[in-house]
């Protein structure tokens, strides 16, 4: 448990006290497609959003159905989370500026908490999700409104990363109670692709002779990751001992 703290504090530690505040950089409003289709600006960037839409769903709609053990409130949270990014990040990509990026944060911070709060209660004790869910979704939102008023990222950007440093540790460190674990770092995988991907927005662009950009791919890629949890809570059981 020691352990588990320290991979999610000392990162923050590090922002805060070694690292001067961050600033949202204006150049991350300008992106490679900015075309229109069907009367929708920056139509790429929009659609490519309509892919969480259907895996939160459908995951929200599986977990309050079917799932019976496990941390089921946080995984519905995670799920309901992915399926509003949908909504704020096609509003942030219709209009990009700082103003629509809030909406845009807010359902990924909600994801990202739940799923840390999913992952501590399975893997050290149940008794930890009630605790721990609504103290991780209220750092997670105000993380986000910390950056919008004093313009500082720090805080935001270890929300989004904290948690997926957890995932390696908790699988390597702790006994899990369910099989096909290893589906949580084929998600991992597939979000840091993501991430690259969105890095070279402009080179995808180019290199696919301006068919669809870094930026579509990357939301397409990362709705693969909450895929493959959907895929691990259908296909996984308690482990036998």
């Known amino acids: 448990m020691a352990g588990l703290i320290a991979i999610m504090i000392v990162p923050l530690l590090g922002l805060l006290l070694l690292h001067g505040p961050i600033p949202q950089?204006?150049?991350y409003h300008v992106f490679a497609d900015w075309r229109t289709c069907l009367g929708i600006r920056n139509f790429g960037n929009v659609a490519s959003n309509a892919a969480f839409l259907l895996i939160g769903v459908i995951g929200a709609l599986?977990?309050?159905?079917h799932l019976k053990t496990g941390a089921r409130l946080s995984w519905i949270i995670f799920f309901l989370g992915v399926a509003l990014?949908?909504?704020?990040?096609g509003y942030y990509h219709s209009a990009p500026n700082d103003d629509t990026l809030v909406w845009d944060r807010l359902p990924m911070t909600l994801a990202f908490m739940a799923l840390f709060a999913a992952l501590v209660s399975e893997h050290i004790g149940a008794q930890l999700e009630y605790k721990l869910?609504?103290?991780a979704l209220i750092v997670g939102v105000a993380s986000v409104f910390w950056w919008k008023y004093t313009d500082d990222l720090?805080?935001?950007i270890w929300v989004q990363f904290a948690p997926l440093l957890?995932?390696?540790?908790?699988l390597a460190v702790f006994p899990g109670r369910f099989t096909h674990r290893h589906y949580l770092l084929y998600g991992l995988g597939?979000?840091?692709l993501a991430k690259?991907?969105?890095y070279y927005d402009r080179e995808t662009y180019a290199l696919t002779s301006a068919w669809v950009s870094g930026h579509s791919v990357k939301h397409l890629l990362a709705a693969l990751a909450p895929l493959f949890l959907y895929w691990m809570l259908r296909r996984r059981h308690v482990r036998d001992g």
């Open 166 to 170: 957890a995932i390696p540790f908790v």
């Open 196 to 198: 690259v991907v969105e």
């Open 25 to 27: 950089d204006k150049g």
């Open 190 to 192: 597939f979000y840091l």
């Open 133 to 135: 869910l609504i103290p």
């Open 85 to 89: 990014v949908f909504f704020g990040s």
């Open 62 to 65: 599986w977990c309050h159905a």
């Open 154 to 156: 720090r805080v935001y």
